[in-house]
Every structure is written in C-alpha cells, then in structure tokens.
C-alpha cells in the first residue's frame, strides 16, 4: 500500500469550537439562572456559582483567542509543525472527527503537547488530500523509529 501523498495544512482558531464553546457557555449560564430562580433563598452560593461560571467562561474563551496557529505538513513520511518557530517532527493523534473538522493531538519530542482544530474551510482543496493523510496508512517504521529517536 502507499502513503498518502505530501501534504501542508493551515491551522488556526476554529469556527466549530467557538460554537461549542458558546453553546456549553449559554447553557451552563441558563441552568445557573433556573437555580437561582428556583432557589428559595438567593445570596452567597448563587453569587460563587456565578463568579465561577464567569471564571470558567473567561478561562475558556481567553483559550480559544488564543489557540494555536501555523502549519501542520505530512511529507509522506511524518508530521510536521510550524508554529511560531522552525517545523519539527511531531506524533498526530485523531481525537474527533466531524468530516468538516478535525481535532488532533500532536505531540512533538522534547515539546509540550498541543491541540489544534483543523477545519473544511481553511483550504478546502487541500481538505481531502489532509484527510488522507491522516487516516491513510503510515509508512513502516524505520531503524530509528523502533529505537525511539525519531517521534
């Protein structure tokens, strides 16, 4: 079997995730309003509960402002990251798939692990040849591989 053909893809904040995010924002801010409504006594637990969701949410859209950005390549042999510095090699792992988004794991060597979304529109020509990457088979592992150099 072959690999699949070489490959380079942009990254960048997803469209997908800030709608989950706003959908899991509103309804954890409406089930906090229905309790508190329902509450026969407001006051101290209804306020930390609302400083929490506001701490929460504040957490989670700072996140996804600034989530990663740059350019993941197969050369038909690994995976390749280039955020900010110079590409490396990295290990992808598919966590979800939407067929129009993806998010994966990448974790590189001697660098802390990252996710990054990988959505439809970004490049939709190249979309399926990034698919195929992703999911076609790998190429067998090399000498360096099984000696654990190389990620």
């Not at 942009?10 to 959908?23: D, K, N, T, W």
């Not at 020509?125 to 099984?146: E, N, Q």
Request: proline share 7%.
């Amino acid at each position: 079997m072959h690999s699949a053909p070489a490959v380079s893809y942009p990254v960048g904040r997803c469209r997908f995730q800030g709608f989950v995010l706003a959908g899991l924002l509103v309804t954890g801010a409406c089930a906090l309003v229905a309790w508190a409504v329902q509450s026969e006594a407001s006051g101290a637990r209804q306020l930390g509960a609302a400083l929490l969701w506001l701490l929460c949410a504040l957490i989670a859209v700072r996140s996804w402002l600034r989530s990663p950005s740059g350019l993941l390549t197969w050369d038909g042999q690994l995976w390749h990251w280039a955020g900010s510095g110079e590409p490396h090699p990295v290990a992808l792992c598919m966590t979800f798939d939407s067929q129009t988004t993806l998010l994966l794991h990448l974790q590189a060597a001697h660098a802390p692990s990252i996710w990054v979304w990988l959505e439809q529109r970004a490049a939709p020509l190249r979309w399926l040849a990034c698919r195929r990457a992703v999911f076609g088979p790998k190429p067998p592992a090399t000498a360096a591989d099984s000696a654990g150099v190389a990620p």
